[in-house]
């Protein structure tokens, strides 16, 4: 941002209206554009800079875009930031609260309200987008006529990228019910997400005056109001998570304050009388994500010294239940969730502890397969907690080299060995190249194996990491053979060493 002779901003010579907000460029304001972008702020000056010089080098061209930038009378030196900014660019509408309100939500929906866009979108203050984030949603919206599009999410930290909700960005998807997109309710933060703006004024859809999960409300309203939307694999946002912004909200959050939150969130979706078998989907979320992996996340969990609070909070959950009709576990995903369910209503919280203890610093966890299926073996666990189910595990079995290609054999057992997708590479450093090989498989029964074909040269030792990708988006990681046992007498884990020995050293520059 270059630097002007325009006036400088002074809090004093702000003039609110009788909502409590001054709006700069308000002129700017009704004047038709492709789509708004909603910023709320407060005392993001050390990353808000980068976020508008995302949307203002938009190829979809800054004249093209409603930017309502709302600061929640931010203490620090965002406020004169927004000012400078709106003074360089008229199409930036910056508007300054008079109070601060606690919360992302009011500023968000004083957004909303000025909105006159056909589309609208939020971006966070120390978010940014890709380049040509807004063209690719925009242009999706106007070929559908869908409610709501979602892209692929970056979280850039200190040591590089990961992709987030990989459900909601992993295959090109067009004008499909919501709904029938899996984990569709999970990763419910603002980033990468379009909608239409009429959509939000039909239903009365506004963020909910939560200091926490707001966001999650919101986009679940709109989700479940939303006839049809599409997904798409190109990056559209990226979140920052890099070791300065150690001080975000998120790093703050008390985690009985969330879960009160998550709360009321679980009440308005029992309010709305959904279906059942939507309601199951939506709820699920609440219940197995944020009342077990969540709350139970050793993190805090393992240091509490209070731990009758968190058993406590869980129970408030619980309670909520009672009028489903329904066993909310029959729903769960991840099967150490079932059992965490199961021994808490047994009373075993001795057994809780030490399990999130053991299943969040045990790396080298051991297996048995028993009638194809894995369990994890917990070592200090006796009856039926013993052996824990887990949905699919992945073995090597043999590989061969052949002239410039390596043929991988590998063994998958679980649930989903019928929706194998392929295996992955992907780049370290550049998570927008990877490459799907596809295999072929023999055999029958148990001893059903998969094989994929791989040129060698076309991957730089230890740039990709590789993977199996099932059931559309979910991604399997190989086990140790010699942590698995089998307990069929056609499998031995001896049957294995020959070939699986040799394959790890010739596979090794691949990892």
Known sequence: MTKSNAPEFNEENIRYNQHGYYVKNKESLNRKKTVTVVTPVYNASKFISKTIDSVISQSLHIENIEFILVDDHS????????????????????????????????????????????????????????????????SLLEETGDDY??????????????????????????????????????????????????????????????????????????ILHSNK????????????????????????????????????????????????????????????????????DPAHFSQSTDK?????????????????????????????????????????????????????????????????????????????????????LALYKNEHLTGKRDSLEFQVFGDYTDEVNGLVFRNKTNLNEEYVFAFEVKGKGGDISYTASIPLKAFPASNFTKFIRYNTFRKLEFTNYQNVRFERNQYTATSYVSSTAKSASQFSSLK
């Open 308 to 392: 009758q609070a968190y058993y406590d909070k869980f129970q408030e959950a619980l309670d909520t239940a009672k009028d489903l009709g329904y066993d909310i576990s029959k729903n769960f995903f991840h099967p150490i969730c079932k059992v965490i369910y199961r021994l808490f209503l047994q009373g075993k919280y001795a057994s809780i502890e030490a399990l999130v203890e053991w299943n969040k610093h045990e790396k080298s966890k051991h297996y048995v397969i028993k009638n194809n299926l894995p369990y994890m073996v917990v070592p200090f666990f006796q009856g039926e907690f013993k052996h824990i189910r887990v949905p699919m």
């Open 149 to 222: 599009v979602v892209g692929k999410t970056l979280k850039a930290t200190s040591t590089g990228y990961r992709i987030i909700g990989e459900h909601q960005s992993i295959v090109e998807r067009r004008s499909v019910p919501p709904c029938s997109i899996p984990n569709i309710f999970h990763h419910m933060g603002s980033n990468a997400k379009m909608m239409k703006r009429q959509l939000l004024i039909d239903h009365n859809i506004r963020f909910p005056h939560m200091k926490y999960a707001e966001d999650k409300q919101f986009y679940m309203d709109v």
């Open 229 to 296: 939307a599409s997904t798409t694999r190109k990056a559209v946002s990226y979140l920052n998570r890099l070791d300065e912004n150690g001080e975000s909200l998120t790093n703050q959050t008390d985690i009985f304050e969330k879960m009160d939150t998550n709360l009321k969130v679980i009440e308005h979706i029992k309010q709305q009388k959904l279906p059942v078998e939507q309601e199951k989907i939506v709820l699920n979320r609440l219940y197995e994500f944020d009342f077990i992996t969540q709350l139970f």
């Open 75 to 138: 203490t620090d030196s965002s406020r004169e930031i927004l000012w400078n900014y709106a003074e360089q660019h008229k199409d930036i509408v910056a508007v300054f609260l008079k109070d601060n309100t606690g919360s992302p939500a009011h500023p968000r929906n004083v957004g909303i309200d000025l909105a006159s866009s056909d589309f609208i979108c939020f971006l966070d203050a120390d978010d940014w987008l890709d380049p040509e984030a807004l063209e690719v949603l925009t």
